[in-house]
């Protein structure tokens, strides 16, 4: 039995009622809910504009699609990621050309974009990594120097500022997850946010099949027209009524998720070989989506014995990322993989554990969590 999950959705009481009311009335799509719930994360991430989405992947494919990138066109991509940031870009007929981690905190490496621009290259990904942020300032640099998009995805930094902008803003847009383990959730859906008006415009247009007219704007019944070609990648009343309640609880999140990073990375400063992978505080300001510890050369090796052991004992543990993305077999087959390239995103993907810090957690967990790791590797040394 896990008594202690790796995630565990914070619903409540709010939660349901809301989507209760919802569920009471007629408007389950279309409706004010969305709407709201757009102006609730704006303001919480201080965006001028915020677009609902089926999905953070959606949000990125959305964006993509509607920048018009095709075969012929590169996005330059973390190796350290989840599929999905590849996967947007792919979609789309374009081709991902991924970059290593940085050693330290395993966000992509900066110095080792530029060699990567080609002619063809339209835009650069980044992911801030466990919700430490990029050091966005040197991106926005070069991608402004070889004018190119520049997308961040924040599945896993919602909370996680640059010099006291909030991740996403840094670049042309950013692209949130409500999937169940994220800071918050809505079961599934995302949100892009941006500070461009024409750009949040066309996203909406092609989010809802490229329809210029909304149900609640069409006066008569059947007219509207169709400019463009879209998609159906919207958020539904049921699910944005959830997120309009998480968003109100989202400064307690953050807060509980600081404090038990921060007594978990405490109990583990004194193990021998292990590395806790660094969550600043600083102008760079981590949203604490888990604790990664990466496993010394000797301990690497018995990963999934320790895994094993944490779960035995009641522990929660993940993996993040299980394979560096070129080197999993879609990507590999298709563009070959030299593992010489991708040294620190194999390291952290093949010697790393992530150990939770969520809010359905506190103090005494992360105590119990590093005393039962603890236990487990003294037996290997
Ligand atoms: C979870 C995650 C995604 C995918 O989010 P969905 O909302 O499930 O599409 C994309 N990128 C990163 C970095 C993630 O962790």
Redesign the pocket.
Known sequence: MIRIPFGYPMIGENERNAVLDVLQGATLVHGPKATEFEQAFAQFTAAPYAVSVS???AGMHLVYFSLGYGPGDEVIVPAQ??I??AHAVELTGARPVFVDAEPESGNIDIDQIEAMITSRTRAIAV?HYLGVPVDMPAVVEIARRHNLFLLE?C??SLGAKVDGIHTGLHGDVGVF???PV?HITTA?G?MIILRDGELAAKLKLKKAFGVDRTHGERKVPGVYDTVTLGFNYRMSEIHAAIGIEQVKKLPGFLAQRAKNHQALSEALTDVPRLRVLPAPMNRLLSSHYCLSVVLGDDLAPLRPEILTALAERGIGASVYYPQPVPRMTYYREKYGYEASRFPHAARISDASIALPVGPHLNTNDMVEIASNLKDIIKGEY
């Open positions: 999905s953070c992947t990621t989840h999905a940031t992911v995805d599945a896993l997850s409500f999937y994220k599934e995302g």
